[in-house]
């Protein structure tokens, strides 16, 4: 069982940045892959970013690609997602996710472990 908590998520003006983060506890972290999604309302939720156990590979939506950077701290158990150059259109709750495995993927019904979510607003 993993326990994932994010934090980081606020109002923020168009062009700006946030990190956000995502605390796990539970069984050893580096065993999962780690993903982030978000879903803003009457939306489904999106694949965001995603990144391998070892933080080797990473994945990105292509609607973030260039703007986002994920990356992990097994360490410290931790998986960040760096937001540059926010836009109105990435609001949305974001959800950090970890799967079974070495290996990232897009698809959020291949993760295992949800965490509650965090808010993102960002304003025009």
């Known amino acids: 069982q993993v326990q994932l908590v994010e934090s980081g998520g606020r109002l923020v003006q168009a062009g700006g940045s946030l990190r956000l983060s995502c605390a796990a506890s539970?069984?050893?972290?580096?065993?999962?892959?780690m993903g982030w999604f978000r879903q803003a309302p009457g939306k489904e939720r999106e694949f965001v970013a995603a990144?391998?156990?070892?933080?080797?590979?990473?994945y990105y939506g292509d609607s973030v690609k260039g703007r986002f950077t994920i990356s992990r701290d097994n360490a410290k158990s931790t998986v960040y997602l760096q937001m540059n150059s926010l836009r109105p259109e990435d609001t949305a709750v974001y959800y950090c996710?970890?799967?079974?495995?070495?290996?990232?993927?897009?698809?959020?019904?291949?993760?295992?472990?949800w965490g509650q979510g965090t808010q993102v607003t960002v304003s025009s």
């Open positions: 539970g069984r050893t972290f580096n065993s999962y892959a």
């Open positions: 990144i391998s156990w070892s933080g080797g590979s990473s």
């Open positions: 996710a970890a799967k079974n495995g070495m290996q990232a993927t897009t698809s959020p019904t291949l993760y295992d472990y």
